[in-house]
C-alpha cells in the first residue's frame, strides 16, 4: 500500500521568498514521486518526477524537490516565488509493481502576495 | 498536439439520470486512467486500463462503469447520477515504460 501526506493545505508567501511544500510518501516498495501543478480550472501539469536516479531533482518553472528515504520525503522548493506560481499543487507516489496508478496527496494551494 | 481530450466540459444533470464521460488520447499509450478530483480530498482513482481490453477497479468505482472501447477511448459511464458523484473528472494515460501522466483538461460535472 502506498499514501501521501502533504502537510500545509494553504501556504502564503511574499513574492521573491523562498517557496517550500512539503510532502510525505509511505511506500512498501522503493517508491516513484511526483509533483503537479494544477492552475484554476485547468487539468495537472507535471512539475518533476523522481525515479531512483538523481536524488536531487530540477523541474520545470525553477521548481526541484529532494528524495529523502531516511525521511520518507519529497519537499518541493524553489528559491524565489513569482506571482505566477500561484495554483495548487500534488504530490503523488507509484512504484514499480502492480498497476502503477499514481496515489495523491490532498494539495497544497499556494498563494502568493505582492 | 492534442494529447489527452475530454468532453464534455461541463455537466449539469439531474438525480438519476445516465452519462457517459468520453476521453481520447493520440500518444499511442497503453494505459489510461479516471480519477476525480474533491476539495481537499486530491484526485482518487475510479477506475483504470492498463492495455486496451482490460479494465480494473480504482479506490471509489461504486456508481461507474468504464469501457476501453480502442487503445485511443476510455469512456466512464454513470449509469444512475447521485449528487455524491458532482466532482470534476480528470482522464490520464501513460506509456509503456513511462512513470507519470498526461492529464486531460477535465471534465466539472454538477448532479442536481
Known amino acids: 500500500a502506498q499514501s501521501v501526506t502533504q502537510l500545509g493545505s494553504h501556504v502564503s508567501v511574499s513574492e521573491g521568498a523562498l517557496v517550500l511544500l512539503r510532502c510525505n510518501y509511505s511506500s512498501s516498495v522503493p517508491p516513484y514521486l511526483f509533483w503537479y501543478v494544477q492552475y484554476p480550472n485547468q487539468g495537472l501539469q507535471l512539475l518533476l518526477k523522481?525515479?531512483?536516479?538523481?536524488?536531487l531533482v530540477k523541474g520545470i518553472n525553477g521548481f526541484e524537490a529532494e528524495f529523502k528515504k531516511s525521511e520518507t520525503s519529497f519537499h518541493l522548493t524553489k528559491p524565489s516565488a513569482h506571482m505566477s506560481d500561484a495554483a495548487e499543487y500534488f504530490c503523488a507516489v507509484t512504484s514499480d509493481t502492480g498497476r502503477r496508478a499514481l496515489t495523491f496527496g490532498s494539495g497544497t494551494r499556494l498563494q502568493v502576495q505582492p | 498536439n492534442a494529447g489527452v481530450t475530454q468532453t464534455p466540459k461541463f455537466q449539469v444533470l439531474k438525480t438519476g439520470q445516465s452519462m457517459t464521460l468520453q476521453c481520447a488520447q493520440d500518444?499511442?499509450?497503453?494505459?489510461m486512467y479516471w480519477y476525480r478530483q474533491d476539495p481537499g480530498m486530491g484526485l482518487r482513482l475510479i477506475y483504470y486500463s492498463a492495455s486496451e481490453g482490460t479494465t480494473d477497479k480504482g479506490e471509489v468505482p461504486n456508481g461507474y462503469n468504464v469501457s476501453r472501447l480502442n487503445k485511443r477511448e476510455f469512456s466512464l459511464r454513470l449509469e444512475s447520477a447521485a449528487p455524491s458523484q458532482t466532482s470534476v473528472y480528470f482522464c490520464?494515460?501513460?506509456?509503456?515504460?513511462?512513470?507519470?501522466?498526461?492529464f486531460g483538461s477535465g471534465t466539472r460535472l454538477t448532479v442536481v
Open positions: 490520464a494515460s501513460s506509456g509503456l515504460g513511462q512513470y507519470g501522466y498526461t
Open positions: 523522481y525515479t531512483s536516479a538523481a536524488t
Open positions: 500518444m499511442n499509450h497503453n494505459s
